[in-house]
């Protein structure tokens, strides 16, 4: 893989730690701006809701400017988003910066996707895509715990001041080292952004959109409202909320990284392997939450099912939209995030029946049930395969 690919990653592991570290963050947040654990968790959807809005149109919006002037912008937008986070004393301030980080953050997204898409041949859409999310996988592993150390040692604001700093040495490496327009393509050879668009009816790609978001969704789910597991259901100690949050962030890595080798040519194999096993895994996890023992390995496992699944679906998103290639990459930002913006709020839901703080867990299994009775009559057709229920 290409040297840029991998410094594209550097920033996304800097959003991705902005994104996934408020799992760890929530309880103080909600103490220290007067707000419950619930709204706290709404910071999770708002930045979600701005990914999904920034997508489509912040790729629009670069669509004729260089990669690389357009990913610069992106990072420095989102650095001055969480510098203002960290300083503000209003939960409605806070609310809103996390809206325009999300938008930076889909934008910055959407126009990697294509770049990176630019870097490889055709047919390695999938281990590229795997080493843009491993920058997301990276950040759970390393930088959300830290995030979380530091929101516990040193109070959330100082997570949010490591963020705007990370940005720095992302926004460098995207200046020094991407390229200003992408060496393969005159843009006024490409198709026109009306034709783009029109790659939307097609049904193939709705249907991967759709279930993305719904395996997306039940990651968020969970992921979001894990820290009160570990304290409350697990009895652990707030220091393990990190420590189940590396678990949580490795086993994603060796997901996404084991599925973007297969992704290309296999899809059919990851889905049909691990869509029932991620299903057992999330009602397995309520039910053993109160057993750190198990807890901890199946947290691990579930991040690892998680990140497979769901990244062999997005991957499956970049080759049904491949008519549209300044827009491919927002379609599949889309999908991503509307199961963020839409996992949260299930499971701030769940939160208040008498499951309790398991009540995200059992959401999640519930989603992921969805997902695979839409899937199953139609696996031809998300394998990439031929289908006349879902025709192009």
């Known amino acids: 893989m290409p040297l840029p690919l991998y410094l594209l990653a550097m920033a996304v592991f800097a959003m991705g730690t902005s994104e996934f570290m408020l799992a ?8 220290d701006l007067g707000v419950t654990v619930g709204t706290a968790g709404t910071l999770t959807s708002a930045f979600a809701i701005g990914m999904i809005v920034g997508a489509p149109l912040m790729a629009v919006l670069a669509r004729d400017r260089s990669g690389r002037s357009s990913l610069l912008g992106f990072v420095l937008v989102f650095l001055t988003a969480h510098a203002v986070g960290a300083a503000t004393p209003d939960f409605p301030v806070l609310f809103a910066t996390r809206v325009v980080a999300a938008l930076a953050n889909a ?31 990276v950040a759970t592993i390393a930088g959300v715990p830290g995030g979380a150390v530091l929101g516990t040692l040193l109070g959330w604001r100082a997570s949010f001041w490591a963020v705007a700093a990370s940005c720095l040495p992302a926004a460098i490496g995207v200046l020094t080292a991407i390229p200003a327009r992408p060496a393969e393509a005159d843009e006024s050879d490409g198709p026109a952004l009306r034709a783009e668009f029109a790659q939307l009816k097609s ?3 709705l249907l991967v959109m759709l279930l993305g978001a719904l395996v997306n969704a039940a990651t968020f789910a969970s992921f979001t409202f894990l820290a009160p597991v570990v304290t409350g259901t697990a009895g652990l100690g707030e220091l393990w909320v990190p420590v ?3 678990l949580f962030g490795a086993g994603s890595f060796v997901g996404v990284t084991a599925a973007g080798r297969l992704s290309d040519q296999r899809p059919g194999l990851v889905l049909a392997a691990g869509g029932p096993l991620l299903l057992l895994g999330w009602p397995a996890l309520a039910v053993l939450a109160d057993e750190p023992a198990a807890l901890l390995p199946l947290v691990f496992a579930q991040g690892a099912l998680s990140f497979a699944v769901g990244g062999t679906l997005i991957t499956r998103v970049l080759y049904e939209a491949a008519g549209a290639p300044t827009m491919a990459g927002s379609y599949a930002t889309a999908a991503l995030n509307v199961g963020a913006a839409a996992g949260p709020l299930v499971a701030a839901t769940a939160l208040g029946t008498g499951a309790g703080h ?29 289908s006349a229920e879902v025709p192009r």
Request: aromatic share 4%.
């Open 358 to 386: 398991l009540g995200p867990l059992w959401a999640s299994g519930l989603l992921v049930t969805v997902a695979l009775l839409i899937a199953f009559p139609l696996r031809t057709a998300v394998a990439g395969g031929g």
């Open 203 to 205: 049904r193939r790609l």
């Open 244 to 246: 189940t949050l590396v």
């Open 107 to 137: 934008g910055f997204l959407a126009v990697a996707l294509t770049v990176a898409g630019t870097l490889v041949t055709p047919d390695r859409k999938g281990r590229a895509l795997a080493v843009l999310l491993s920058g997301t996988t």
């Open 24 to 31: 760890g963050l929530l309880p103080d947040i909600a103490s």
